[in-house]
């Protein structure tokens, strides 16, 4: 009778791993399903991670058939959207389109961040990347931007500049410039890109790091003044405009990028699912043509990829936020 039991529970314990595989792998092969796919952007309806949310719900949406929905939970530079999708289930149904504020950023200039980067959220593609542009509101009378910078070193603090909130790559972005040009700014603080755009617009702020994609029509309106594009390279959007680089700050690099993220502990078959979905998506001839006309170039890295590029720019921003003197609030 032992010997019978003994191999009864030999036959179980072989049993049961294949019972729990089948229905994750049936939850990956049938993912999306007819199930909404709820999409979370952790900032401001309007601003360039929005828009950027829009355009690959939409085109995912026709390509699985499924149904992504794309909700705006803005606030605190991104943290109350990522929290919030750190906490749901990892089913495939809630998503975050994290930034590099949100995923590298953070953890430098955030006292108390109410989740971990790294252990509260699967990684599953990097979109694209994108330059921000250092424009100015056109009233404020420079043209370069070491007339920019002499014209701030002759009034130390009163010249501001606009951010999506404290934290956020806009608010870093600007902290790194100023320290690296010996400037003192004022930093004015939005709850979003958008409405901080808006008030440069107005002349309410003197100065902002925008990214390329919602700058572009007002530069080119001239209802703004580029002074510089914020990547190694210039853009071919505007392809007059010079690096930081070029206009005499060596080294200058500030580069945004858009990435998908998931509730911790996914299943690797799922996870695998998602990103083959999205990185087929954003590297379809049509998508990237769409991306690039907005400054964005499309990337689709994959899940190992986008884990590496939170690491090495969280120690990036990190020494960034230590030499600009931006303290964890």
Known sequence: MLRINERLACLLALAIPTLCVAPIAQAAESWPGSKPIQLIVPYANGGS?????RQLADAVSKKTGGHVIVENRAGASGMIGSSYVHRQPADGYTLLLGTVTSHAIAPSVTANLPYDIVKDFTPITTIGTIPDLIVVNPNLGVSNLSEFIKLAQSRPEEISYASAGTGSSSHLGGAYFAAEAGLKLNHISYRGSGPALIDVLGGHVDMM?????????????????ALAVTSKERSALLPDVPTVQESGIAGFEAIIWFALFAPANMDPALQTRIAQAFDETIQEPQMKELLLRQGITATGTGPAALAETVRQDTEKWRDIAQKAGVKPQ
Request: glycine share 4%; aromatic share 0%.
């Open 209 to 225: 790091l925008d990214v390329v994609m919602t700058s572009l029509e007002p530069v080119k309106a001239g209802r703004l003044k």
């Open 49 to 53: 991670t929005d828009l950027v949310a």
